[in-house]
């Protein structure tokens, strides 16, 4: 089973990557509630918000090629959102059809910032240590058993699906030279189809290997995290930093704007 | 009989309906290693499975004096190991560390003490070094080795390997052995490989059809050409290669 797609910088040593997972959970989580309660319209703070955010992704190490291309995946979902909002305004209370309205324009501007410092975000929340550890991490934060083990299931058997892809991929490229010339969408139909046959009997493989190794519903962790004063006070600032900005910058703006 | 194995008139169907194991009744004393050989769907893997309980039939299956059902598969699992065929379903976490721990942990060890029993199972399989490597970037022989692993970081008394020479080149197969000689424990060996099989057992059984045609001392078997042939071993095959290329 192959982690790296998901777990591909998890190893790197940054001060980020050393935070207990229970920490980072609740920075990452409560940055994003300040992030997302910012009233529409007003765009200036998300220009702190970005910098704190692109500071706390240079001190990860984390490589921004890799951020960027995580983002791409989700930004066009994002982006039809933020789009669409403004053109549902237009035709509407007297306004042209057609026409743009400026507030719509900087509303729809904050909902994609909004949207994409969450995901930034969640990619970096997810970047910066082992995945299950972070499932550990939500389980010891209070997160339901029953949900604990089908996210942690989930994680390794999303693998399973992962590698069958590729192995059928590279059967079917095998007996493919350039284009396929019989009807492609029943080719990609069949491939759907056998992926998920043999993702299913290879789960009920794996599953047999985890009770014959005593499994009982909890997924063991080696490393038991030590929720450290220095994450507990790096945590606390990150907050509290989003938190004060978050009360005291619009009185601050509507004063800069005013002189 | 501590750490042997006993089964009597095991039967086991799946819900399609059509018998995989047939009335099998089978012994195998403390620190005895049996080979069991059979073509392909004689219910060889089946058998292995009812083992360890991971599915029942009817019929008795005994792991030392432990009786495998559901109130016992806590003792059973502890007692009774497990290596899959293919590494890759018995290796699901992200390093060689948290799977080989996996058992020891499940079992109620705590950390220092599954640290320590995964230090000394990779000990005994040479992989010293390799407790944070991704199991996936491993060779098939390592990861074989780490599957191994993962079942004698809980101590088994009986262990049992299904096609473990598969897929292995002849020097890996070499390793392997010398790691299986070495082990002080109850064997069952699932095998299409004939001559690693015959090398590292004390008792061969022929499997056919889910019904154990045959079991004694592997001499005695392998001179049943007929029986061999229907457990899926054509020993003229054998005699024909070493004459022409060998002898």
Redo the contacts between chains.
């Keep these: ?4 797609f998901i ?1 591909k910088h998890s190893n790197l040593d940054s001060p980020v990557h050393r935070i207990d997972p229970r920490a980072r959970l609740i920075a990452a989580f409560s940055a994003i509630v300040i992030i997302v309660s910012e009233p529409h319209g007003n765009l200036l703070p998300f220009a702190f918000y970005g910098v704190i955010i692109l500071g706390v992704a240079a001190i990860s190490k984390i490589p921004p090629a890799y951020i960027l291309k995580r983002c791409l995946v989700v930004s066009p979902f994002i982006i039809m959102a933020a789009v669409s909002y403004p053109l549902s305004l237009t035709g509407k209370d007297g306004y042209e059809a057609g026409q743009l309205l400026t507030e719509g324009v900087r509303t729809g501007l904050t909902i994609f910032l909004k949207a994409f410092f969450a995901l930034l975000l969640l990619i970096l929340l997810t970047s910066t240590g ?1 995945f ?1 550890r972070l499932l550990a991490g939500l389980r010891m934060l209070g997160m339901p058993r029953l949900l604990g083990i089908l996210s942690a299931l989930m994680y ?1 058997y999303v693998f399973i699906l992962h ?1 069958e892809l590729l192995r059928t991929t590279r059967a079917r490229d095998s007996r493919t030279p350039g284009k396929i010339r019989i009807n492609r969408f029943r080719v990609y139909g069949n491939q759907a189809a056998m992926i998920f046959i043999r993702s299913l009997d ?1 789960s009920k ?2 599953y ?9 519903g ?1 997924f ?3 490393n ?1 995290s030590k929720l450290r004063t220095g994450d507990v006070l790096v945590t606390g600032f990150f907050v509290l930093l989003l938190f004060v900005f978050r009360m005291i910058n619009q009185p601050l703006i509507d004063q800069f704007l005013n002189t | 009989m501590p750490g042997g194995i006993k089964i009597e008139n095991l039967n086991f169907s799946y819900t399609t309906g059509n018998p995989i194991l047939k009335d099998i009744s089978l012994e195998v004393g403390q620190g005895e290693k049996l080979g069991i050989i059979g073509p392909s769907g004689a219910g060889k893997s089946t058998l292995l499975l009812h083992l360890n309980g991971i599915i029942a039939g009817e019929g008795t299956v005994r792991i030392g004096d432990t009786i495998v059902e559901k109130k016992s598969l806590p003792v059973i699992r502890k007692k009774m190991g497990l290596v899959f065929q293919n590494p890759d379903d018995q290796l699901f976490n992200p390093t060689v560390e948290e799977d080989v721990a996996f058992g020891p942990l499940n079992f109620g060890y705590n950390r220092q003490e599954a640290a320590y029993r995964v230090s000394q199972a990779l000990k005994a399989m040479n992989l010293e070094g390799f407790e944070n490597a991704d199991s996936h970037h491993l060779s098939l022989g390592e990861r074989k080795r780490v599957a191994l692993a993962t079942v004698l970081a809980t101590s088994p008394e009986v262990i049992a390997f299904d096609e473990p020479f598969a897929s292995l080149d002849s020097v890996m197969v070499v390793q392997l052995l010398d790691i299986i000689e070495k082990l002080d424990a109850t064997l069952v060996i699932v095998s299409q490989s004939l001559l690693p099989l015959i090398s590292c057992c004390d008792r061969l059984a022929v499997m056919v059809s889910g019904q154990i045609r045959a079991c004694g001392q592997k001499e005695e078997i392998l001179k049943n050409e007929r029986l061999m042939r229907e457990g899926g071993v054509d020993m003229d095959f054998y005699r024909r290669v070493y004459k022409k290329y060998l002898a």
């Design positions: 089973m192959k982690h790296s777990d082992r299950h390794r590698d290879r493989m794996v047999n290997s985890m009770l014959s190794r005593g499994f009982s909890e063991p962790d080696m038991k």
